[in-house]
């Protein structure tokens, strides 16, 4: 997307109610992606599988992680390739960094995974924060076949209808941003002309 064509932040309330009405589906389809994520997380019982706490550290890290795909779809970090790759890459360091728990504290490990975690994104442009908490989740609880794959499940219902609303409603969005871009443009241009008219007759 051009950068002109990016959506700004809403400088009063009364943009921000005219936001409201272009995140209305996202935010339903931001519900429905965490309640299927949470179905999961409770069929499966994960809990039971690898520790209590196991679900709760999944469910916060993609409730951040949806809030920023479909809510925020132009910040930086709303991109399907960060949002993949720094899953990734957080379940791979944090895997290794679980191992590392056999010779080191809890806080050593704790800041050795943040720390490659950090490097890595930076490295891959795929910084994505809420990643983060996957990899000590990984960390803490040892997660294995069923949660990696309750966890690719989720990356998986989160991209496809993140592209859904791509080519519908953030499209639309993008377009109703173009035609106002190029009326205030049109607009302004207009009352330069007055005013170099204006000039000339003085």
Do not use: C
């Not at 949002?83 to 050593?108: D, E, N």
């Amino acid at each position: 997307m051009e950068k002109e064509y990016r959506y700004r932040e809403p400088k009063s309330v009364k943009e921000a109610w005219k936001r409201l009405k272009h995140r209305i589906v996202p935010a339903i389809l931001a519900g429905l992606a965490l309640a299927l994520l949470v179905f999961l997380l409770q069929y499966f019982d994960i809990d039971k599988a690898y520790g209590l706490g196991t679900s709760a550290v999944i469910f916060t890290s993609f409730a951040s992680s949806i809030y920023i795909m479909f809510i925020t779809p132009n910040s930086r970090a709303a991109k399907n390739s960060k949002f993949v790759k720094s899953y990734t890459i957080a379940g791979i360091v944090g895997s290794i960094g679980g191992l590392g728990l056999a010779v080191m504290p809890l806080y050593v490990v704790a800041a050795l995974v943040i720390f490659f975690v950090s490097v890595l994104m930076i490295i891959t442009k795929s910084e994505h924060p809420p990643a983060a908490a996957i990899a000590f989740a990984f960390v803490l609880f040892r997660i294995g076949v069923i949660g990696i794959i309750i966890i690719a499940s989720g990356v998986i219902i989160v991209v496809t209808l993140r592209y859904l609303l791509e080519k519908t409603t953030f499209e639309v969005e993008r377009e109703m941003l173009k035609v106002s871009l190029r009326e205030k443009q049109k607009s302004i241009g207009l009352q330069n002309s007055k005013n170099a008219r204006h000039k000339r007759r003085r």
